[in-house]
């Protein structure tokens, strides 16, 4: 009996280690068999070393050009590829066109949006986790992760994908809310100029891109406008963060 658990063991150690081998950080590798960009940059910031702080680097997930982003490595468990940052008084006005959110716009500094499509080819590599941060106006944060989260092609629309729901208040993405705007997991993307929304209006005329549905329950991406019900219920959330990360990072 112990002499097959041992076995057992031994063999998904086995596997692990052939997984990890084969998907694991193997970044140059990869990167010089992608060829014309090929020069070593890490596919996301959980191949930063451990000790390396926060700031700005340059990653290269597979398929994309190499790309300019912030690491944060101070959030729980360090090597969180920043996606999105937004704060209430920010420079930018967010509605932009659904190009512009293709290929991403903003300062990697300050407040951005890295572009759908990079969301997409991110996320295409690895299984990967977010963690949506928003910061009331008493200085408090709180955050909303799920255990899977992808996008999915142009072609399909950039829909959002994600898994279980943990965090430190309710779930506003994965679960239906009739008085707001329904539910945003599996909707399409909308931009003022690509209304895939499920209302009759274009709920991105208002604001900026994101996933709306009749239209929103949440809202990071708009200006003198981050809503979070609970936390900042009539949109006056200070700042907002999406993190991303893989599940398991060997
Ligand atoms: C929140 O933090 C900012 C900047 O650190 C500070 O100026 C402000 O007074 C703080 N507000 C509250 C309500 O603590």
Same mark, same amino acid.
């Given at each position: 009996?112990?002499?097959?658990?041992?076995?057992?063991?031994?063999?998904?150690?086995?596997?692990? =280690?052939?997984?990890?081998?084969?998907? !694991?950080?193997?970044?140059?590798?990869?990167?010089?068999?992608? !060829?014309?960009? !090929?020069?070593?940059?890490?596919? $996301?910031?959980?191949? =930063?070393?451990?000790?390396?702080?926060?700031? *700005?680097?340059?990653?290269?997930?597979? +398929?994309?050009?190499?790309? *300019?982003?912030?690491?944060?490595? $101070?959030?729980?468990?360090?090597?969180? /590829?920043?996606?999105?940052?937004?704060?209430?008084?920010?420079?930018?006005?967010? %509605?932009?066109?659904?190009?512009?959110? %293709?290929? +991403?716009?903003?300062?990697?500094?300050?407040?951005?949006?890295?572009?759908?499509?990079?969301?997409? =080819?991110? /996320?295409?590599?690895?299984?990967?986790?977010?963690?949506?941060?928003?910061?009331?106006?008493?200085?408090?944060?709180?955050?909303?992760?799920? &255990?899977?989260?992808?996008?999915?092609?142009?072609?399909?629309?950039?829909?959002?994908?994600?898994?279980?729901?943990?965090? $430190?208040?309710? &779930?506003?993405?994965?679960?239906?809310?009739?008085?707001?705007? +329904?539910?945003? &997991?599996?909707?399409?993307?909308?931009?003022?100029?690509?209304?895939?929304?499920?209302?009759?209006?274009?709920?991105?005329?208002?604001? !900026?891109?994101?996933?709306?549905? %009749?239209?929103?329950?949440?809202?990071?991406?708009?200006?003198?406008?981050?809503?979070?019900?609970?936390?900042?219920?009539? +949109?006056?959330? %200070?700042?907002?963060?999406?993190?991303?990360?893989?599940? $398991?990072?060997?």
């Amino acid at each position: 009996m112990s002499l097959l658990r041992g076995g057992l063991v031994l063999l998904s150690v086995v596997v692990m =280690l052939l997984f990890c081998v084969s998907a !694991g950080p193997a970044a140059p590798t990869t990167s010089s068999r992608s !060829g014309e960009y !090929g020069s070593g940059f890490p596919a $996301d910031c959980s191949r =930063l070393r451990k000790n390396s702080p926060s700031g *700005v680097y340059v990653i290269q997930p597979a +398929g994309s050009p190499p790309r *300019v982003v912030w690491c944060d490595m $101070d959030t729980e468990g360090k090597g969180w /590829t920043v996606i999105q940052r937004n704060t209430y008084n920010t420079e930018i006005t967010w %509605k932009e066109s659904w190009t512009t959110y %293709k290929y +991403g716009f903003g300062n990697v500094r300050a407040d951005y949006w890295l572009g759908t499509e990079y969301l997409h =080819l991110l /996320t295409q590599q690895n299984t990967y986790k977010v963690r949506f941060v928003v910061k009331n106006k008493a200085n408090v944060t709180h955050y909303a992760e799920y &255990d899977i989260f992808s996008i999915e092609s142009e072609a399909s629309g950039y829909p959002l994908r994600l898994g279980r729901f943990s965090g $430190d208040g309710e &779930d506003y993405l994965t679960s239906y809310h009739a008085k707001y705007g +329904g539910i945003h &997991d599996n909707m399409k993307f909308s931009t003022h100029d690509r209304d895939q929304d499920q209302a009759s209006r274009n709920c991105a005329s208002s604001y !900026g891109g994101w996933w709306y549905d %009749k239209c929103q329950n949440i809202l990071l991406n708009a200006k003198n406008y981050i809503l979070w019900p609970g936390i900042c219920s009539s +949109g006056d959330c %200070k700042s907002s963060l999406i993190l991303v990360k893989p599940t $398991d990072v060997c």
